[in-house]
């Protein structure tokens, strides 16, 4: 079975500032690991994913983020935070065989401060 | 368009009535997944679809009821809603097996009263 724990559920940070939202992962296998983000009243959208190709993954936006397998970790960063990153942020992990299913973070929510 | 659309956007029920929320991706994508968003939980995954007439239970299927008798169509039933069910529901879609994403419906958002 695979988990994802989400360090900090409110996070807030200076315009300008740099971005960094915790997340380490558990699994048996080697895993498919994602970020997405969900602005409100809205879907979720994928910000970034890691498939066991470049351990540190660019997305959209700005964002990054790096895996790092001795620490089982995922963390999510942004050099510079912009009023329009506020938002909720879930880490997602599933197996890279087996079913489809991902298993998500409860999710941490991104304030920026003007 | 296409995409991945749920009807409809909101609804409002009461306790013991039966409501279906429907889910609908013009991608022929093989997966299909229902997922209940609730403070403090993220998202957890009700039901899923490998395929036409393929569905299994997820983490929370206590109450729910799935078919899926077309690829595009996954709806998602409440056969006698309780106010525990008040959620904003969620529908995605993954292409097929492998390091793929899944795209998400804009939500449902439920309340039982």
């Known amino acids: 079975a695979q988990s994802v724990t989400q360090l900090g559920s409110h996070v807030s940070v200076s315009e300008g500032a740099l971005v960094l939202l915790r997340c380490n992962y558990s699994?048996?296998?080697?895993?498919?690991l994602f970020w997405y983000v969900q602005y409100p009243n809205q879907g979720l959208q994928l910000l970034l994913k890691?498939?066991?190709?470049?351990?540190l993954v660019k997305g959209i936006n700005g964002f990054e983020a790096e895996f790092k397998k001795s620490e089982t970790s995922f963390h999510l960063t942004k050099p510079s935070a912009h009023m329009s990153d506020a938002a909720e942020y879930f880490c997602a992990v599933k197996r890279n065989f087996g079913n489809e299913k991902l298993t998500f973070g409860t999710g941490t929510r991104l304030t920026i401060i003007p | 368009d296409a995409g991945i659309t749920q009807s409809p956007r909101y609804k409002i029920t009461e306790t013991g009535r039966q409501v279906t929320l429907m889910c609908h991706q013009t991608w022929s994508h093989s997966y299909m997944f229902w997922y209940r968003q609730d403070l403090g939980h993220g998202l957890r995954l009700i039901y899923y679809?490998?395929?036409?007439?393929?569905?299994d239970k997820g983490e929370v299927p206590d109450g729910y009821v799935v078919s899926r008798s077309k690829t595009e169509n996954f709806p998602l039933t409440l056969e006698s809603a309780t106010r525990s069910q008040t959620s904003v529901y969620f529908c995605a879609s993954i292409i097929d097996r492998g390091p793929y994403e899944q795209y998400f419906g804009p939500g449902t958002r439920l309340t039982v009263t």
């Open positions: 679809s490998a395929a036409a007439d393929i569905t």
């Open positions: 699994s048996s296998v080697p895993p498919y």
């Open positions: 890691y498939t066991s190709a470049a351990t």
